[in-house]
């Protein structure tokens, strides 16, 4: 039975905190490891999770002594994890019982595969299906550049960021940049690598918080930055650069660098265009 391990960085999560853990508890898949790491959260957030913590021996717990950006943290729960797969769980998400189990099915068909996810449904603060999410990135029997196209323009909300990945085939791409989109940057490298598998059934709730949408909010938690105008610019095109970078490096003939070149350069004006419009009007 293969051993999985699940990282849930944290802060400040004390409203949904013990939804989300209970989530990961009531898994049917039981050969796993809750790997929680606390960024020095001010609310109660550390003393529900070391509760549980003691409840259950699969769980362990990591408390900082100062705050640091989410990326950080995310990066090093996947740094000490131990299992033969790998997920990121956010302390507000949660999953339905046989998400783990259906994706470690998943991965037994082929040995090509390194992410499975699945649909999601969104919900509100008080657990309401509020709407779907899909994110049609399954790319199971295509070649190397055809999977890169078809992640690069079908990869809408980053959700599948929190899929079940093949450990070792993430740790060669870890650590996740520390740049904005750093999840899209991670998962189209990735499909430089292997296959995505997508199970067409919603087993994963994603909690619309009140934050959502916030630029200001999402760059303080992600990156902790502030920003303003000339930031703003400066990251996004940071982001294309570093975009640019990941991919090119996995190109095996200069036709391929040439694919990927065309691939961002028209993305950066017609998908990604969004993004720098909306952090100059933050």
Request: glycine share 6%; with cysteine.
């Amino acid at each position: 039975m293969k051993f999985v391990s699940i990282g849930m960085p944290v802060y400040n999560e004390e409203n949904f905190v013990e939804q989300a853990i209970i989530s990961i508890l009531d898994q049917d898949y039981t050969n796993f490891e809750l790997i929680i790491s606390d960024n020095a959260s001010t609310d109660q957030t550390k003393e529900i999770c070391l509760k549980y913590s003691k409840k259950d021996s699969r769980i362990w717990f990591y408390s900082r002594d100062t705050t640091t950006d989410a990326t950080t943290n995310f990066n090093y729960i996947a740094s000490i994890a131990k299992g033969d797969f790998f997920m990121w769980a956010s302390g507000h998400d949660m999953r339905h019982p046989t998400f783990v189990s259906r994706c470690v099915a998943t991965f037994e068909k082929s040995d090509s595969i390194v992410l499975c996810y699945s649909d999601a449904t969104w919900i509100d603060e008080d657990g309401n299906n509020i709407g779907n999410e899909q994110s049609d990135i399954d790319t199971v029997g295509m070649k190397r550049m055809e999977r890169l196209n078809k992640v690069f323009w079908n990869l809408g909300y980053a959700y599948p960021i929190y899929g079940l990945f093949r450990k070792d085939l993430l740790d060669t791409i870890l650590p996740s940049q520390r740049v904005l989109g750093g999840d899209i940057i991670l998962l189209n490298e990735l499909a430089a690598i292997g296959e995505f598998v997508r199970i067409p059934e919603s087993l994963f709730y994603i909690r619309k918080l009140s934050d959502y949408g916030d630029w200001h909010t999402y760059f303080q938690k992600s990156l902790n930055i502030k920003l303003n105008r000339k930031k703003a610019i400066s990251l996004y095109f940071e982001f294309i650069i570093k975009y640019y970078q990941a991919l090119s490096k996995h190109a095996q003939s200069p036709i391929e660098k040439l694919m990927i070149i065309r691939i961002i350069l028209f993305g950066s004006i017609i998908k990604y265009r969004g993004i720098l419009i909306g952090l100059l009007h933050s």
